[in-house]
């Protein structure tokens, strides 16, 4: 699986935009770009995919780089609920199946 | 919304017993995972299963560890023989395939003494 790296935590304050990057420098044409999250003792959450254009859902937006050497998780306007670890991980729809999860970002959401 | 649902939430047990960890997958999913989350430590991938069999396994999923599906909805992780270095969060995950998102149960919490 190819490799990810993200910040090792990040802070925003609460009902701001939070944008967590994500670099992954050798991204194979295959890979497809997950977000996953992890709140306090509980399993991961999906949060959003996508491949090469950007993506929305009602959770969040997935900015995608032209190159896509790099991504960002984008979280519109950050609650107190959102505090949680962020997992940038590359599945390789040919074949990957299962997740490699790195030590992810953990969000600070200050009040 | 369907969920994966996992029993027990919390077990506890002896060095050297076994314990059976089970998952009920979401109901038209073909793919399951378990992973497993040492406490604060990161997410580690333990095996896959897909049409009844083991697509693929971590170098933690040693000849200690087993998995099953034996009645098409229930997916079971057994430990033959647990050792202190097994306590952890246990999370179970399915997909609808090999390519798409994977949902994740709340865990077991497994505590070997």
């Known amino acids: 699986d190819a490799k990810t790296t993200q910040p090792n935590s990040m802070e925003s304050n609460e009902e701001e935009p939070v944008h967590l990057p994500c670099n992954h420098s050798?991204?194979?044409?295959?890979?497809?770009i997950h977000w996953y999250r992890q709140l306090p003792s509980q399993g991961p959450e999906y949060v959003i995919h996508g491949l090469t254009s950007n993506v929305n859902n009602r959770m969040a937006s997935l900015a995608i780089a032209e190159d896509r050497k790099s991504s960002t998780l984008i979280l519109h306007r950050a609650t107190l609920r959102d505090a949680a670890v962020y997992y940038c991980i590359l599945r390789d729809y040919n074949y990957g199946q299962n997740f490699v999860f790195g030590p992810g970002t953990r969000l600070s959401v200050l009040p | 919304e369907p969920e994966v649902t996992q029993t027990p939430s919390h077990q506890v047990t002896q060095m050297g017993q076994e314990v059976i960890l089970r998952c009920v997958p979401i109901s038209n999913h073909l793919y399951f995972y378990w992973y497993r989350q040492i406490l604060g430590q990161k997410v580690e991938f333990l095996v896959s299963?897909?049409?009844?069999?083991?697509?693929?396994k971590s170098e933690i999923f040693d000849d200690q560890f087993s998995v099953e599906r034996p009645d098409g909805s229930n997916f079971t992780l057994k430990i033959r023989s647990t050792k202190l270095e097994d306590s952890a969060m246990y999370f179970c995950?399915?997909?609808?395939?090999?390519?798409?998102?994977?949902?994740f149960g709340q865990g077991t919490r497994l505590t070997v003494v």
């Open positions: 995950a399915s997909s609808v395939d090999g390519q798409d998102e994977a949902f």
């Open positions: 050798t991204i194979s044409g295959t890979d497809y």
């Open positions: 299963f897909y049409n009844n069999e083991i697509s693929e």
